[in-house]
C-alpha cells in the first residue's frame, strides 16, 4: 500500500484564512515546499485581490521582481518567460506573486491554469480569506481540495463559522466535503482551545481537521526557510497535503 504522505499533491490546493492573520500564506509555502522536497514540480500562487507577501515570506533563494499580471498580459505563456517571473525557494518550489498594480481577474488565471496544465505543474493558491471575489472563478470551476485555515484562538474559532457559510454559499455541499480544516496554533504557550469539541462540531460538515503545531521558526516572521521548521511542522504539512490528495481523489477515509 502507498504510503500516504508519499503521495503527491493534487493538481490545485486552494488555501483560504478563516480571517485575517490565520496562517494562510505559511500553509501555503509549507504545502508547496512539501511536494517541492519530494521532487514534484509546483508554483505557489498568489491569488488574493491586489497582492500578498507569499513571494517576501518565501522566496529564500530567488525574490523576482516581476509579477503575474506581466506574466499572464499577453496571453499564453512561454516555458523561458514562466521560469523568469518566478521566484523560488530553496526547497525548489517557484512562487508567482502579484505586484499589485492592477486588481486580480479571471482572464489571468485561466490563463495561468491553461499554462501549468499544459507544463504539469501543480498549484498551491493562496486566497487570502476571501472566496467569493469574481476572479476566482476559473479556479474554483474545478472540484480542487480547500485547506481553511484557522488560528487557534477561540474568536476565530467563532469566525469560522462565517468562513464555511461563504464555502457552502458558493460552492455548496460538494464545496464543504471538500475541505480540509486546517487549525494553526500561534501561541508558543500550547493548544489553547479545544481541538476534540471542533471536530465533534464539525463532523459530518467538511473532510476533516487537521493541525499544524507552533513552530518557532515561523513565529519569527523572517523569509521562511523548509529546511529550519521543526520536523513534527514539516510532518504537519505532509498530513494536510494527504488530506488534499485524498480530497482530489474523491476518498473519504481518512489517511
Avoid at 34 to 45: D, L
Avoid at 90 to 105: F, P, Y
Avoid at 109 to 137: E, I, N, P, Q
Avoid at 204 to 222: A, F, K, N
Amino acid at each position: 500500500m502507498t504510503d500516504p504522505l508519499q503521495q503527491a499533491l493534487p493538481v490545485s490546493t486552494l488555501v483560504l484564512g478563516a480571517c485575517g492573520g490565520a496562517g494562510a500564506t505559511t500553509t501555503t509555502l509549507g504545502l508547496a515546499n512539501t511536494e517541492a522536497a519530494r521532487g514534484g514540480a509546483v508554483v505557489a500562487v498568489d491569488a488574493t485581490p491586489a497582492g500578498g507577501d507569499v513571494a517576501e515570506r518565501g522566496a529564500d533563494a530567488v525574490l523576482s521582481v516581476s509579477g503575474l499580471e506581466q506574466l499572464v498580459a499577453a496571453g499564453p505563456v512561454a516555458d523561458d518567460v514562466f521560469d523568469e517571473y518566478c521566484s523560488r525557494t530553496s526547497a525548489g518550489t517557484r512562487i508567482l506573486n502579484r505586484i499589485g498594480n492592477q486588481t486580480a481577474a479571471d482572464r489571468e488565471f485561466h490563463t495561468l491554469t491553461v499554462a501549468l496544465r499544459a507544463r504539469r505543474v501543480s498549484a498551491v493558491h493562496d486566497l487570502g480569506h476571501r472566496l467569493r471575489a469574481a476572479y476566482l472563478a476559473p479556479l474554483l470551476a474545478t472540484p480542487s481540495p480547500i485547506v481553511l485555515v484557522v488560528p487557534c484562538r477561540a474568536d476565530a474559532f467563532n469566525r469560522l463559522r462565517s468562513a464555511l457559510q461563504s464555502i457552502g454559499d458558493t460552492l455548496g455541499e460538494p464545496g464543504l466535503a471538500r475541505t480540509v480544516v486546517t487549525v494553526s496554533n500561534q501561541d508558543s504557550t500550547g493548544w489553547q482551545v479545544d481541538l476534540d469539541l471542533l471536530r465533534e462540531y464539525l463532523g459530518g460538515q467538511v473532510w476533516g481537521v487537521e493541525t499544524i503545531p507552533y513552530d518557532e521558526h515561523l513565529g519569527m516572521g523572517i523569509v521562511i526557510e523548509h529546511g529550519k521548521l521543526a520536523p513534527e511542522t514539516r510532518a504537519a504539512y505532509q498530513r494536510v497535503a494527504a488530506a488534499a490528495t485524498a480530497v482530489a481523489e474523491g476518498r473519504k477515509e481518512r489517511v
